[in-house]
C-alpha cells in the first residue's frame, strides 16, 4: 500500500478520536499510548516489508555484533560485584574518583568499562553499584550522567573506517567523546545535595580500611556466582535486543513515511539562523532516535562541511539515541535511580562533544583527515565474526582491570607515601 493509504488511514483514526471527544484531560493521556500503539500496527501492515527488513537487520546486529560484545562485560561485572572486588578496589581510588567526580572509588570501574565497552555497560554498572547500596541515590544519577558511553570498537572500527575509511578521524571522534565525558562528570559533582555520603571515606585511614574490607571479605560458591552472573547477563542482553530491533523497526518507518524529513523541513523553517540545511537536520533527527541509522545517513550526505559533518556525528555519538536511552531507562527501573539526569547529561555530552570537534578540526596539524566516504550500507566490519568481537570484548574488559589496577597501584603508593612521611 501506498503512503496515501497510510497518511488515509491515519486521518480516519484522528476523526475517529475527535468525534468521541472526552471530557476530561486524563482521558487523552491515557489513549495516547494504545493510540501510537495502533498507528504503529497500522504502519506495520501498510509497510509491512520496509518493517521485516529492518527488523531483520536489528536482529542480524544483535546476534553478530551486540551479544559477544556486551556478554563477557556483563558477567565479568556481575562475578566482580559479587565478590566484593569492586567495592574493596573502591577505597583506594576514592581519593581520586571523589575530588575529580564526588563519587565513590567504586565509580571508576563502570567509568573504565563504560568508556571501553560502549553502550550500554556504564548504565548496567552503575544500576549493580544502586543495589548493591554502594552509592546512594544522588551519586547514582551523577555517575550515570558520564559513564554510559560508546566504545572504541564502534567510533574507530565503524565510524571512521566502515564509513569515512580513515582512522585518524576516530582517533579524534574517540579523544573528543572521551574528554566530553569527563567534562559533563567534572561538572555533574555539584549535581545534587553536597551532603556526606554514607559510603564516604573521607578523614579515615584509607588502608586500614582497605585491609579491613579485604579480609572481610566472603567466599562465595563458584557455581552458583557463576549460573547466576550468567542467567542475569543473558536477560539483560535479550532486553538490549529488543530495544534495538524494536528502534530499528521505528526508525526505517519514520523514514519510510516521511515523518523524519516533515519534521526536519519544519525545524528548517523555524531556525533559519542556525544555517543547518534540511537534509543535514533529517540525519540528526535520525541520530536522535537511534544512533547507527543517524550517523550512517550523515557519512553520505555530500555539499556540506567536512567539519560540520565531523561535529554532528560527535553530537549523536554524545546523545546516543532514544533507542540507547530506553536500554538505559529499562535497566535502571529496578532501582530509584532517575532518568532526567542522566538525559540532560547525555544532551551535554552530545554539545560538548560537537564543540571539540569543531575546535580540534579547525587546527593546522588536523588538515590531513579530510577522507574519501565509503558510500553504502553501513556494516560494522565485514570481515569480524561473532567471535572477533567476543574476544575484542574479552581484550577491553582486561585492558579497563589493568587501567584500573594502575590506577589503584599509584594511589595506594601515594598513601603509603603520606604514611612513612607522617611517622617521620
Do not use: D
Given at each position: 500500500?501506498?503512503?496515501?493509504?497510510?497518511?488515509?488511514?491515519?486521518?480516519?483514526?484522528?476523526?475517529?478520536?475527535?468525534?468521541?471527544?472526552?471530557?476530561?484531560?486524563?482521558?487523552?493521556?491515557?489513549?495516547?499510548?494504545?493510540?501510537?500503539?495502533?498507528?504503529?500496527?497500522?504502519?506495520?501492515?501498510?509497510?509491512?516489508?520496509?518493517?521485516?527488513?529492518?527488523?531483520?537487520?536489528g536482529l542480524n546486529l544483535w546476534l553478530n555484533v551486540v551479544f559477544p560484545s556486551l556478554f563477557p562485560f556483563f558477567v565479568a561485572s556481575e562475578i566482580l560485584y559479587r565478590t566484593g572486588f569492586i567495592k574493596t578496589l573502591g577505597i583506594l581510588l576514592e581519593p581520586i574518583m571523589r575530588p575529580l567526580f564526588n563519587v565513590p572509588g567504586c565509580g571508576s570501574f563502570a567509568l573504565a568499562?563504560?568508556?571501553?565497552?560502549?553502550?550500554?555497560?556504564?548504565?548496567k554498572l552503575t544500576a549493580n553499584m544502586r543495589e548493591e547500596r554502594l552509592?546512594?541515590?544522588t551519586e547514582s544519577e551523577r555517575l550515570l550522567s558520564f559513564t554510559n558511553n560508546s566504545g572504541p570498537l564502534f567510533i574507530i572500527g565503524a565510524v571512521a573506517v566502515g564509513m569515512?575509511?580513515?582512522?585518524?578521524?576516530?582517533?579524534?571522534?574517540?579523544?573528543?567523546?572521551?574528554?566530553?565525558?569527563?567534562?559533563?562528570?567534572?561538572?555533574?559533582?555539584?549535581?545534587?545535595?553536597?551532603?556526606?555520603?554514607?559510603?564516604?571515606?573521607?578523614?579515615?585511614?584509607?588502608?586500614?580500611?582497605?585491609?579491613?574490607?579485604l579480609a572481610n571479605t566472603k567466599s562465595v560458591n563458584i557455581g552458583e556466582l557463576l549460573g547466576d552472573s550468567i542467567r542475569n547477563s543473558v536477560n539483560t542482553i535479550l532486553?538490549?535486543?529488543?530495544?534495538?530491533?524494536?528502534f530499528s523497526v521505528i526508525i526505517n518507518l519514520l523514514l519510510e513515511t516521511g515523518v523524519i524529513n516533515l519534521a526536519a523541513h519544519f525545524l528548517s523553517i523555524l531556525l533559519p539562523i542556525s544555517g543547518i540545511s534540511k537534509e543535514l537536520f533529517a540525519t540528526i533527527l535520525s541520530g536522535f532516535f537511534e544512533i547507527t541509522t543517524g550517523i550512517n545517513m550523515i557519512s553520505k550526505m555530500e555539499g556540506i562541511s567536512f567539519t560540520l559533518q565531523l561535529s554532528a556525528i560527535s553530537l549523536i555519538l554524545?546523545?546516543?539515541?532514544?533507542?540507547?536511552?530506553?536500554?538505559?531507562?529499562?535497566?535502571?527501573?529496578?532501582?530509584d535511580i532517575s532518568i532526567r539526569p542522566y538525559l540532560f547529561g547525555k544532551l551535554m555530552h552530545g554539545i560538548f562533544s560537537a564543540v571539540y570537534v569543531w575546535i580540534f578540526s579547525k587546527l593546522s596539524f588536523m588538515s590531513d583527515l579530510e577522507s574519501q566516504s565509503v558510500f553504502g550500507y553501513f556494516t560494522y566490519n565485514s570481515d569480524w565474526t561473532c567471535v572477533n568481537y567476543f574476544i575484542n570484548s574479552v581484550k577491553n574488559i582486561l585492558i579497563s582491570l589493568a587501567?584500573?589496577?594502575?590506577?589503584?597501584?599509584?594511589?595506594?603508593?601515594?598513601?603509603?607515601?603520606?604514611?612513612?612521611?607522617?611517622?617521620?
Open positions: 500500500m501506498s503512503l496515501y493509504a497510510f497518511v488515509a488511514l491515519t486521518a480516519m483514526l484522528l476523526i475517529a478520536l475527535y468525534n468521541f471527544k472526552p471530557t476530561s484531560v486524563i482521558y487523552l493521556k491515557r489513549l495516547m499510548v494504545p493510540i501510537v500503539c495502533i498507528i504503529f500496527i497500522l504502519s506495520l501492515i501498510i509497510f509491512s516489508s520496509t518493517a521485516v527488513e529492518s527488523a531483520s537487520k568499562m563504560g568508556i571501553t565497552s560502549g553502550y550500554p555497560v556504564g548504565a552509592l546512594t541515590k569515512f575509511n580513515n582512522p585518524k578521524i576516530g582517533f579524534l571522534l574517540l579523544f573528543c567523546h572521551i574528554a566530553a565525558c569527563l567534562t559533563v562528570g567534572i561538572l555533574f559533582r555539584f549535581y545534587g545535595k553536597q551532603k556526606k555520603s554514607a559510603k564516604s571515606y573521607e578523614n579515615t585511614k584509607i588502608l586500614k580500611k582497605f585491609k579491613r574490607e532486553a538490549i535486543g529488543g530495544f534495538i530491533i524494536l554524545g546523545w546516543a539515541g532514544l533507542s540507547v536511552h530506553f536500554q538505559v531507562y529499562s535497566i535502571i527501573s529496578k532501582t587501567v584500573l589496577l594502575l590506577m589503584t597501584a599509584i594511589s595506594y603508593i601515594v598513601k603509603v607515601c603520606k604514611s612513612l612521611k607522617l611517622n617521620l
